[in-house]
């Protein structure tokens, strides 16, 4: 392929040594963002883990306090009680570069510090399990919030790592050997011509001896 589109000349020799040095350089470079983005990865996936065991474990006992509230209470009760909620949450996101992926960055603030806050209703008429249930939740929250922060930047870089592996394969598989076979071909083709050349040369010089052998001899004679 090389021999129909390339030039063999030493210039486009010296451009593409250029090129495939350019080519193994960012190679070696998209191979070391690929490791360190696989070894942040499969950091965020052990969180991941421990995150998700633990908002489950606290989900299950603020549905287990629900349940309860509810056959004690009556649901419509309970739902009358968390009717209006005394409490606001805001969400705050900002972004942090990890190897050039911008991930998120969740953050919450209540609107009343007050960790009695949480309970919108009177305790006279309600469970101690509803309390319960309302505390579980609230305990769980951040937990949920950074679960949520986790999981976002584990698809944003297995994205990444996957364009990054598709770049090195181009590099590795494709780009880099075109470059070294045509510049094995311009190589070839250059030291053909150089013989050619030397070998014309010899004939030029033969011509050139005989001819001054042959002018001689009448001289001599």
């Not at 009717?83 to 009343?112: A, C, G, I, W």
């Not at 249930?133 to 944003?156: C, G, I, P, R």
């Amino acid at each position: 392929m090389a021999s129909k589109t390339i030039n063999p000349t030493r210039m486009e020799l010296t451009r593409l040594k250029g090129r495939l040095k350019t080519a193994t350089r960012g190679h070696k470079l998209l191979k070391d963002k690929r490791d360190e983005l696989m070894k942040q990865f499969l950091e965020i996936v052990r969180r991941n883990r421990e995150l998700r065991a633990k908002v489950e474990k606290g989900l299950e006992q603020a549905n287990a306090a629900f349940t309860v509230a509810a056959a004690l209470m009556g649901p419509e009760m309970v739902e009358q009680a968390l009717l209006y909620p005394k409490q606001s949450v805001e969400l705050d996101m900002k972004f942090k570069n990890v190897m050039s992926v911008n991930v998120p960055v969740y953050s919450f603030h209540t609107r009343n510090e007050d960790p009695t806050e949480i309970y919108p209703y009177g305790f006279a008429q309600t469970s101690g399990e509803l309390d319960a249930a309302l505390e579980a939740l609230s305990n769980v929250f951040h937990d949920m919030l950074e679960l949520a922060e986790v999981e976002k930047t584990m698809q944003l870089l297995a994205e990444d790592i996957e364009k990054t592996r598709r770049r090195v394969n181009a590099l590795e598989y494709v780009m880099i050997p075109n470059f070294q076979e045509t510049i094995r071909y311009i190589s070839m083709k250059l030291d053909e011509n150089e013989r050619g050349n030397i070998t014309r040369l010899m004939k030029v010089k033969d011509m050139v001896l005989q001819e001054a052998h042959e002018f001689q001899q009448p001289a001599n004679s």
